[in-house]
């Protein structure tokens, strides 16, 4: 008779994943206790003797490491592997899965990160702080209701599909659809941040010269608004990206660099953040 | 405004639960409690002040919007920032007696902040490195066919790995970090050099984290325009962020729409393509 993962398994399967996949983390094995902890329920279910177990949990042992979240996706492909590892099929082997695991490891990470952490979560988070302005803790519950959804019933969302189409749930990701929508998803991200930029990073200078009757004849902040509104938060934020991005400097020395130059800022007063008690 | 042992002790269990790799799990710890946003919230209620939480973790926010860590390299940790950074801006601002609206709030707390999680780092490094131990042990059950270990080594032990370092330093920088933030008062007056390159710091610091993201979405120097184009609703229109998002939705729809024409096309013409071969 041909052997089934039961539903019962796979689901807590997946839940094993949800909340474990990063938990015992190491710099040596990153998920790869996750994905163990994840796999026991598939192993145990489909297995009765200890002997094929052990060689099924021995297959899971191997480095993995991805975006936890799209990573959901991995484990739902690979519980479709062992089940067809057990009906004996003779077509997948440990080679098989490993080797699946880790071509899809990287190329998912990429994906995951820019997508889920580095758009989706800003998205997200900049709406939030967008109804949190003032103090109020909508924004705050908002992004706890909207997120964990989304987060929970995506990653079910991945890894039933990856255990109901194996390899095929990937096409999904890199073809036309998933790189049209990764696309207008990235310009709509681009969007947000700016508005998010604008809105809460305000940076002003306090240059102001004065004629011999102490009236104000320049104002340099009103004449930099008069050219473009947030000038000067503009410069340093395309500034920062440059040093990043083409110059490869790391973000922390980028923030001593910002130290330094509001040091020498505050000294010769374009800097002043007006501070009294 | 002082912070009890229990308060303490609160702020470090949800320290134990919110960092990367937190015990909350992925989704409801990191992403969830270990944003600052949220931590505000949580830091507001556990002492006492929910404004001044939320308006503390929105400043930090701003520079953690993308905190992306790839291959488990971190450039600030989750935990410091949000449940001893927030809490200590939190006493200082309250200390100085700076209005929680005021833009010197923000940078206060983004300064307090900032510093706190790139030392906090250290605490990451700590907790990933004795998680080794468990690991270890469980190598050891897979190989005496125990799996149930497993369960233990993936959930349980590492309690210990954040009882040490996430729970005990929470603990002891919120409870004596209080008064040593307060002390700051007299020590540096407000007016002074340090003070004023402080507070500028914390207002220029929000530009990594934005540029961090950028980074990720700009490839050429066009990418540039999405992200001005939402800059000048919101500065020069003065739309809020939620406005601002409907407008780019649009945009996201059409530049959808722009794609799949294009792809569609290069797939009819690979077919052409291979159609032709075929006639050859």
């Given at each position: 008779m041909e052997k089934k993962i039961s539903k019962k398994a796979l689901s807590r399967s997946f839940h094993h994943w949800y909340y474990g996949n990063l938990t015992c983390f190491t710099q040596e094995h990153m998920q790869t206790f996750g994905y163990l902890a994840s796999m026991l329920p598939i192993v145990e279910d489909l297995y009765d003797n200890k002997e094929d177990q052990k060689r099924s949990m021995n297959t899971y042992t191997a480095f993995f490491n991805t975006e936890p979240q799209i990573g959901a996706l991995v484990v739902g492909?690979?519980?479709?592997?062992?089940?067809?590892?057990?009906?004996?099929?003779g077509e997948v082997d440990d080679e098989t899965i490993n080797g699946l695991r880790a071509g899809l490891m990287g190329p998912l990470a990429g994906i995951g990160d820019s997508l889920i952490v580095g758009t989706l979560i800003p998205i997200l988070l900049g709406v939030s702080m967008g109804l949190s302005s003032g103090g109020s803790p909508i924004g705050a519950i908002f992004y706890i209701v909207v997120w964990n959804l989304l987060a929970y019933?995506?990653?079910k969302f991945a890894y039933y599909k990856g255990y109901e189409l194996g390899g095929k749930a990937v096409e999904f990701l890199v073809g036309p659809v998933g790189n049209s929508l990764r696309k207008a998803i990235g310009c709509l991200g681009a969007m947000v941040i700016g508005a998010v930029a604008a809105s809460w990073v305000p940076i002003t200078t306090a240059i102001s010269l004065k004629n011999a009757s102490g009236k104000e004849y320049l104002n340099l902040q009103n004449q930099l608004d008069g050219v473009y509104p947030g000038l000067l938060t503009g410069v340093f934020i395309v500034f920062c990206w440059w040093l990043m991005a083409k110059k490869n400097i790391s973000p922390i020395k980028v923030m001593l660099l910002l130290v330094v130059i509001a040091f020498l800022g505050v000294l010769c007063g374009f800097f002043n953040p007006g501070l009294k008690y | 405004m002082t912070i009890s042992w229990l308060q303490a002790a609160l702020l470090g269990l949800f320290a134990c639960l919110a960092s990367m790799p937190g015990l909350g799990g992925t989704s409801i710890g990191n992403y969830t409690l270990g944003r600052p946003l949220v931590g505000g919230l949580v830091c507001g209620l556990i002492l006492g002040d929910l404004r001044?939480?939320?308006?503390?973790?929105?400043?930090?926010?701003?520079?953690?919007?993308?905190?992306?860590?790839?291959?488990?390299?971190?450039?600030?940790?989750?935990?410091?920032?949000?449940?001893?950074?927030?809490?200590?801006?939190?006493?200082?601002?309250?200390?100085?007696?700076?209005?929680?609206?005021?833009?010197?709030?923000?940078?206060?707390?983004?300064?307090?902040?900032?510093?706190?999680?790139?030392?906090?780092?250290?605490l990451f490094y700590g907790t990933a490195t004795l998680n080794l131990v468990w690991q270890?042990?469980?190598?050891?059950?897979?190989?005496?066919?125990?799996?149930?270990?497993?369960?233990?080594?993936d959930w349980g032990l590492p309690w210990i790995s954040h009882f040490l370092f996430s729970f005990i330093p929470t603990l002891l920088l919120c409870r004596f970090g209080a008064d040593a933030v307060t002390a700051l008062k007299t020590a540096l007056p407000m007016d002074g050099i340090p003070m004023r390159t402080l507070f500028t710091v914390g207002q220029l610091l929000p530009c990594v984290g934005i540029a961090i993201l950028l980074k990720q979405i700009v490839e050429k120097a066009t990418d540039f325009i999405p992200f001005f184009v939402g800059f000048t609703l919101a500065k020069s229109l003065g739309l809020n962020l939620v406005s601002?998002?409907?407008?780019?939705?649009?945009?996201?729809?059409?530049?959808?729409?722009?794609?799949?024409?294009?792809?569609?096309?290069?797939?009819?013409?690979?077919?052409i393509d291979d159609e032709e071969e075929e006639d050859i």
């Open positions: 492909i690979t519980a479709g592997l062992e089940e067809a590892r057990a009906n004996q099929s019933f995506g990653m | 001044l939480g939320i308006i503390c973790g929105l400043a930090l926010q701003v520079v953690y919007i993308a905190l992306v860590t790839p291959g488990g390299t971190v450039s600030a940790d989750v935990r410091a920032i949000s449940y001893i950074g927030i809490p200590l801006a939190m006493v200082a601002i309250k200390s100085q007696g700076i209005d929680p609206l005021s833009g010197n709030a923000k940078s206060m707390a983004t300064s307090m902040g900032t510093l706190v999680g790139t030392l906090g780092t250290v270890h042990i469980g190598w050891k059950a897979i190989e005496n066919e125990d799996f149930h270990k497993v369960y233990l080594v601002c998002t409907v407008i780019a939705m649009i945009f996201a729809v059409i530049y959808y729409e722009l794609e799949m024409i294009k792809q569609r096309k290069t797939v009819a013409v690979d077919a």
